[in-house]
């Protein structure tokens, strides 16, 4: 342990820790800008200086350890000034657009101005104008607003595995940008939002399509479809002060059906399709000899990773569409027939965590006879906003029901939001089906919880079914080259983009405090857990309004109605 003392109080700690860490333990709050724990430790910003007895200058605490008998001081005259000195400096090249900004009252920047007292701009230097980026479906790049503090770049390249984005050029000059300075839409950027998300400003935001949303609302000769994804419901309160985790399913769908949507459905409906087609073609592949590991299909940014970065799996992934995709394909076709409306006059917009889906409801592959499943994506985050916009009181809103005949759900498709869900969920159908029995032991506990991969094997009859969960696409990739190099071997795996699951996607509420984000994807996925629990029906199978779906429509699983409408396929 090394002794020391931080603003006139003695502590120890073990060897190694950060002063930061150190003072933190004592609860002494040392501003941040760019630090982000075990992602971007890098002392870039300086906005964590300190006074150390006996050193020469002013030092970052973020990446300082301590030494013994060490004297720090973390709030002198000169600390105060240089992290004046150093906000003043940020906001000399910053975009100050704030009333403006997406991150207006949610920005770190503009919070510690406030909370250090910042009441001039000292420094007017010249300005460089960068073209902000808004090629891609899914994420905004704005440089002009970007103060460099480089966690973009490290969770691209560490959490994602992707690293698209980096520092280029030097001096004023210094830029985040792509190779070539090409459009985000260019590069092999798999649209996951995590760089929004991890912003401390507004450089990077989600392309808002709120406007395609409101036009079409407010245009009479369309009929209008919503639906939600699992993981909105135990978000889109903290948007309006409700507590982490908090369920707000029925002031949700009270809430699309004032903004005028015509019908609001549940893409946990869906969840509970695909886990039929799902569970299907893996039994269906186990036994004919078919492609193994099945892997599931139903992150877009995952997708999109294994085209870019890992094509030799394409083959693995299951043919199944992602249930919000396969929701828009039955809204178009089984719904539109049962009511009588033309499909081409349906506009089927998803709510989901996720910027990813942005892009894929564009994607070719997944229209059907020439329509698009899904005409648009907003994010928990866009709801929160036309909610605000429309002056609802969302907390005096009563709770309604989604719609028949794509309302109902089981507690399999609440838990698709959190990492493991889709595979315990499919675990649950598929130890049903296996041993012809109605089992009442169905929480799977080893696939549950936020390790990056997690592996079971789960006995069911005579056959041991080996899984794997991996999410945040950086592990995916650990876990494909492990069944690349043949050093593991199993017959499913699901993969979610985000770390964490949906709960945690790209689309969410930003969660201002960093510090706190494993604390808080906790509390969504355990309000997902709880509503699971708590629910009449938990295992897809048993989901009447599915039932009724294959009797009158589809015809059996993975049959040829299910495919022309449930399934795709992707190409090298
Ligand atoms: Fe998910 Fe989904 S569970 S990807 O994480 O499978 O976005 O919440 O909607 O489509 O259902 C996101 C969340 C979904 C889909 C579902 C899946
Ligand atoms: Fe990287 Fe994801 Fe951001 Fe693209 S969306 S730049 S892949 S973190």
């Known amino acids: 342990m090394v002794n020391l003392t931080i603003d006139g109080i003695k502590t120890q700690v073990p060897k190694g820790t950060t002063v930061l860490a150190a003072a933190r333990s004592l609860n002494i709050n040392i501003p ?28 970052a605490s ?20 240089a992290r004046s000195v150093i906000l003043k400096l940020i906001l000399a090249r910053h975009e100050r657009e704030c009333l403006t900004c997406s991150r207006n009252l949610n920005c770190e920047l503009q919070k510690l101005c ?8 000292d420094f007017q230097g ?65 649209n996951c939002g995590q760089c929004i998300k991890i912003c401390p400003v507004g450089a990077l935001r989600e392309k808002d399509d709120r406007d395609r949303v409101w036009e079409a609302l407010d245009n009479s000769d369309m009929y209008v479809v919503a ?45 509970d399709l695909t886990i039929i087609e799902e569970g299907t073609e893996l039994l269906g592949r186990i036994k004919n000899g078919g492609k193994l590991p099945m892997i599931t299909s139903c992150s877009p940014g995952w997708i999109k990773y294994c085209e870019h970065y890992h094509n030799d799996f394409l083959d693995n992934l299951s043919s199944c569409k992602s249930p919000h995709q396969m929701l828009g394909a039955l809204t178009k076709s089984y719904y539109a027939e049962k009511m009588g409306i033309d499909p081409k006059k349906i506009f089927v917009v998803s709510i989901m965590p996720c910027t990813a889906k942005k892009f894929e409801s564009g994607r070719e592959e997944l229209k059907v006879d020439g329509l698009r499943d899904v005409d648009a994506v907003i994010t928990t985050r866009e709801l929160a906003r036309m909610i605000k916009e429309a002056r609802m009181d969302f907390g005096t809103l009563e709770d309604s029901k989604f719609d028949k005949v794509m309302g109902e759900s089981t507690g399999a498709a609440v838990i698709f939001g959190a990492t493991g869900g889709v595979m315990e969920a499919a675990l649950r159908t598929v130890a049903d089906i296996l041993t ?56 499913f795996i699901e993969v979610m983009g985000c770390p964490g699951g949906c ?50 429509y589809l015809g059996e699983a993975n049959g040829h109605k299910a495919h022309h409408l449930l399934h795709t396929h992707y190409v090298k």
């Not at 990446?63 to 060490?70: D, F, H, I, K, N």
């Not at 409700?242 to 029925?250: F, H, I, L």
């Open 32 to 59: 941040t800008l760019c630090f982000l724990k075990d992602i971007n430790e890098v002392g870039a910003c300086r906005m964590c200086v300190v006074e150390v007895k006996g050193a020469r200058s002013l030092q």
């Open 62 to 81: 973020c990446v300082l350890p301590v030494a013994e008998g060490m004297e720090v001081k973390t709030n002198s005259k000169d600390v105060r000034e």
């Open 114 to 121: 406030e909370e250090m007292g910042i009441d001039g701009l």
């Open 126 to 190: 010249e300005k460089i104008t960068y073209a902000v980026d808004t090629a891609s479906p899914s994420v905004v790049r704005d440089q002009n607003k970007c103060i460099l503090c480089g966690r973009c770049i490290s969770v691209c390249r560490n959490v994602q595995g992707t690293g698209v984005i980096n520092f280029a050029r030097r001096g004023v000059k210094t830029t985040v940008t792509t190779s070539y300075d090409k459009g985000l839409s260019e590069v092999a950027c798999i």
């Open 227 to 271: 639906q939600t994804a699992p993981a909105v419901r135990v978000a889109l309160g903290e948007e309006f002060g409700m507590p982490v985790g908090t369920n707000v399913e029925g002031k949700m769908v009270s809430a699309l059906k004032r903004l005028g949507f015509d019908k609001v459905f549940d893409t946990d409906f869906a969840a």
């Open 436 to 491: 012809g029995q109605d089992l009442k032991d169905i929480d799977y506990n080893p696939v549950r919880g936020l390790e990056g991969i997690k592996e079971a094997a789960v006995k069911i009859g005579d056959l041991e079914v080996k899984v794997a969960v991996a999410h945040g696409t950086a592990n995916a990739g650990k876990l494909l080259d492990k069944v690349r190099n043949g050093e593991a071997n199993y017959h």
């Open 503 to 552: 709960i945690n996607g790209g689309g969410q509420p930003i969660i201002i405090d960093k510090e706190k984000t494993e604390e808080v994807c906790k509390k969504r996925a355990q309000g997902l857990y709880t509503m699971d629990a708590e629910m009449p029906l938990r295992k897809s199978h048993k989901n009447p309004e599915i039932k009724a779906l294959y009797d009158e």
